[in-house]
């Protein structure tokens, strides 16, 4: 079946990479986004009445694999990557058809000059994502309390404490006077979750890590529990 | 942008045409249906571990509509049928890609003979619907206790009383000794949603809707917030 679908727009996240972005989204309250709607849905009518809604699905297209094939089977890192279980128990990115689903938090809508962006919180998403769709997520039929969670019950504990050097300290302090009010609470956010890849934990050897966020480069070394913040500066890449 | 897309099953479903259909998923519990994997989605392993959850979303396919363009704007049968809301506000099925997302209950999952076929309950899913991908619900990001629900914070009020006539009354009686154990629930909790399109509700001299279930034509008349059921019987369609 060969179905024709349309980017309705362009997600702009500070996470530019896979390694580092939040499992579900939520979990890192501090990640923003914009959504930027492209013609022909950049229409201020198409959004009327969403602006009463706190939250709002997305759906998008896992468009950072490499990998085309999808297996009945994945690890979660949620079980610390030594179980299989069946692809359709997980919200693994590698799936039959690569559709994402995501409930983020709508901060506000943006209209300047033919121009719709959506302000979003809480997002799981790669900067460059696709979105194919906007619902607005609806409490009565979507907050389901009595829902029993299987082996991803409760959240992520996100216990691990972290720490900074003087010196990416200072530099977060500087950064957060300018463009990126809430660096220090995103870094904190991000990594007390644990973004190792679950075979790590079984690699104590390697304790030295790195992503980028926005266009910095974060380094971090582990140690059990604990993570200290080594480096952040501009990316030269 | 052309993306190729696999039907990983097929519903069937009580709801043989639109009319009639809950407006979303949860509101008629006594609605079940069942989900059948097609090859090569029919392997045993790609659902273990989706017992341990108690529901789950359904990506799908809105197959049914013929209208094939979408409208910047919609009038949700929520609010009668007189407003305007952007249709990315709303649930509404004709929009720019035609993906529909339900969080329904997962009963059990049944295998035999290399089928797998998931049994669910609160679908509000029309016979035949093609499904893209299945994934667990994850209580701890997907309930949302605290979201805001626009203009359609709580759920509809499924407010009117559903009586039946001897007749359909006793034919409902006999299937339910049959194949259809819960048929007068799923009638109610149908009815009393008030499946009308919204604009009836200005047709007040109209008061006769009719509607298939299962293999079923059902009839009623609605006086007010009452509605009688006038005829149950085995369709010849």
Known sequence: MDIHFETIGI???CFK????IPRQAGLVPAATATLELLPPYNQ??????LEGFSHLWLLFLFHGNDRQSWKATVRPPRLGGNTRLGVFA??????????GLSAVE????????GKIILHLKGVDLLDGTPIIDIKPYLPYADAIAT?????AAEAPKGHL???FLPEPEQTCLTLEQGDYPDLRQLIVETLRNDPRPAYYQQRPQKNSFGMKLFDFDLRWEQDG????????HRSDR
């Open 161 to 163: 404490t972290v720490n």
């Open 90 to 99: 997980t919200r693994s990115p590698f799936r039959p058809n690569p559709i």
């Open 225 to 232: 529990d604990s993570i200290t913040v080594t480096e952040l």
């Open 44 to 49: 201020a009518e198409a959004f009327t009445g």
């Open 17 to 20: 990479e896979k390694f580092g």
């Open 106 to 113: 709508l901060e506000r809508i943006e209209q300047q000059s």
């Open 147 to 151: 829902a029993k969670g299987g082996f």
């Open 11 to 13: 997600i702009r996240s």
